[in-house]
C-alpha cells in the first residue's frame, strides 16, 4: 500500500524512488513476509482438513474390521491441531492489520509535513503516537513469533508422529513444511573484483557542480559490483550512480531527505529492525541544523552521533570520521 501511495503522488516519487528509500521495500517485504506465513499455515491447514475429511470417511464405513476407537482419539488429535493452526493464522492477520495501520500513517505524516506550513510542535504528538504505535507493533511481532514458533513445534511433532505420516501417505495428501522461511532477496552471483582504486574519505557539497560527492571504500564499491552485477560493469560507474547525487536530492525537501537518510543509515548499514529505523528517522528529521547529505556521508549511527555532538557544540574542527567540503556560489 505504502508503495503504491508514493507512485501516485509526483513530486514525492521523484524524492522518495523506490531504491533510496528502502523502508517502503522493507514494509513491503514485511508484509510479503507475513502473507507467505500466512499461507503457508493455511495450506497445513487445507492438508489437515483433507485429513479429517478422509478419516470421517473411513469412520462412516462402520467396517468392523477398523480400528474406530483409534481412528477417533487421533480424530481428536487433529482437531486441536487444526485450532492451533487457525490460532497463528490469526496472530498473523493481526500482525498484518497493525502493520498495514502504522504503514499508512507514516506515509500520511510525510505528506502533511511536506504540505504543512505548521511550526514543528504541530508534529510532536502525531509523531509521539506513531513511535508509540511502533512500539506496540514491536512487542506485538515478538510476541507473536514467540507463539508461532512454539505452535509449530507443537503441529511438526504432530505431523512427525508415524501415524500422521501413514495416513498422509494412503490418502496421497502432500504436505509442505511449516517452517519453510521467507526470502525476497535473490543469491548474488559469486564475483570477485580487484581494483588499484582508493578510498575516498572527503564529503563535497558543491553549489558550484549543483552536486554532493559522497565518501565511500573501496569495499563498499565491491559489495555493489558482486551484488549487482547485472547493473554495474566498473567502480566507476558505482561511484557515478551510488556516491555522486543532485543537490537538490537532499536540499529540495530536507525534512524527507533527512528522514530517508537517518532510516537507510539505521536500518541498512547498522542492520537494525524496521520499527527502530522508524523511529530513529523520526527523531532526526526535524533538526534543522543538520545537512541531510552529512547523515547519507555518515557510515555509522556512531559517526553520525559524533557529529551532532560537535555540532551542538559548535565544535566541529574535531569532527574527523571524514572531511566536509562545501564549495558554494560567489555572490
Known amino acids: 500500500m505504502l508503495k503504491d501511495v508514493v507512485t501516485n503522488v509526483n513530486y514525492l516519487n521523484n524524492i522518495l524512488n523506490e531504491k533510496d528509500l528502502d523502508f517502503i521495500n522493507n514494509f513491503d517485504d514485511e508484509i510479503k513476509k507475513i502473507n507467505f506465513k500466512i499461507s503457508n499455515q493455511e ?27 483409534t481412528l477417533y482419539k487421533y480424530s481428536n488429535e487433529l482437531a486441536s491441531i487444526f485450532e492451533t493452526i487457525n490460532e497463528n493464522i490469526q496472530m498473523l492477520a493481526d500482525l498484518k492489520t497493525k502493520l498495514d495501520t502504522l504503514d499508512g500513517e507514516i ?25 508509540s504505535k511502533i512500539d506496540d507493533y514491536s512487542t506485538l511481532s515478538e510476541k507473536t513469533d514467540s507463539k508461532l514458533s512454539s505452535n509449530n513445534a507443537q503441529i511438526n511433532i504432530f505431523l512427525d508422529k508415524p501415524e500422521t505420516k501413514k495416513y498422509l501417505s494412503g490418502f496421497n495428501i502432500v504436505l509442505n513444511n511449516i517452517d519453510n522461511e521467507f526470502n525476497p532477496s535473490p543469491v548474488s552471483k559469486h564475483f570477485s573484483y580487484a581494483s588499484n582504486e582508493k578510498d575516498n574519505n572527503v564529503l563535497i557539497i558543491s553549489e558550484k557542480d549543483d552536486k554532493v560527492f559522497l565518501p565511500y571504500k573501496v569495499e563498499e564499491i565491491n559489495d555493489y559490483l558482486e551484488q549487482f552485477p547485472d547493473q554495474y560493469n566498473s567502480f566507476e560507474s558505482v561511484v557515478a550512480k551510488e556516491y555522486i547525487l543532485p ?9 524527507i531527505a533527512r528522514f530517508r537518510e537517518a532510516y537507510s543509515l539505521c536500518r541498512d548499514r547498522e542492520a537494525k529492525t524496521i520499527f527502530e529505523s522508524l523511529k530513529y528517522g523520526m527523531d532526526l528529521m526535524f533538526n534543522r541544523r543538520l545537512n541531510p547529505a552529512i547523515i547519507a556521508a555518515c557510515k555509522t549511527q556512531s559517526q553520525l552521533s559524533n557529529y551532532i555532538n560537535c555540532l551542538e557544540k559548535n565544535d566541529l574542527k574535531h569532527f574527523t570520521d571524514f572531511e566536509i567540503k562545501f564549495e558554494v556560489n560567489p555572490f
Open 43 to 69: 495450506n497445513t491447514r487445507n492438508c489437515i482438513v483433507e485429513l479429517i475429511s478422509s478419516i470421517a470417511d473411513v469412520l462412516n464405513l462402520n467396517d468392523p474390521e477398523i480400528d474406530n476407537y
Open 107 to 131: 506515509i500520511t505524516l510525510l505528506l502533511n509535513v511536506e504540505n504543512s506550513t505548521h511550526p514543528e510542535s504541530y508534529f510532536d504528538n502525531i509523531i509521539h503516537n506513531i513511535k
Open 247 to 255: 543537490l537538490n536530492y537532499y536540499m529540495t525537501h530536507p525534512v
